[in-house]
């Protein structure tokens, strides 16, 4: 797990170079005590195809139940944000950002929804999480539709 003095907090950072390179920041969980869940949504989500160079793009819909710390908002932003010149297929990208975060920050639960706008014509949906929802965890549903076209 990375250091508690965050890297990007409250100071200028650029887009790391690639996914690999990125910090991760994370933080004392405020209410370490608390059983609570943190969303994060990032419905401009974009890396590129591993084949054709050409860019996918995603609504990606994070779920997590802290533990001992959480993701500063900021380095995660631009985690997601190395991505934009990363070539993965839509399951690596997806899998891969949650067991990352999972492995590093080690919540008490997390999920991740990858929600892939169609290329050829066919839409894909990734989904992940650590394990079984923690008992009495409130969980709302992450309430991005299937994707319909013109319909």
């Not at 250091?3 to 907090?9: A, I, M, V, Y």
């Not at 819909?61 to 631009?78: F, G, H, Q, R």
């Not at 985690?79 to 975060?101: K, S």
Request: glycine share 12%.
């Amino acid at each position: 797990m990375a250091e508690l003095q965050p890297l990007h907090l409250g100071r200028s950072s650029g887009l790391p170079e690639s996914p690999a390179a990125a910090v991760l920041d994370y933080v004392p969980n405020p209410r370490a005590g608390a059983l609570f869940a943190v969303r994060f949504a990032a419905p401009e989500f974009t890396s590129l195809c591993p084949v054709t160079g050409q860019p996918d793009f995603a609504h990606l819909v994070i779920d997590y139940a802290p533990a001992a710390t959480i993701v500063e908002s900021k380095s995660l932003k631009l985690f997601l944000g190395a991505f934009r010149n990363h070539a993965g297929f839509h399951e690596d990208v997806t899998v891969g950002i949650g067991q990352r975060l999972f492995a590093e920050m080690a919540p008490r639960w997390l999920r991740i929804g990858g929600y892939w706008y169609p290329r050829g014509g066919i839409p894909i949906d990734v989904f992940w999480q650590s394990g079984a929802v923690p008992d009495g965890l409130w969980l709302p549903d992450q309430a991005v539709p299937g994707y319909r076209g013109r319909g």
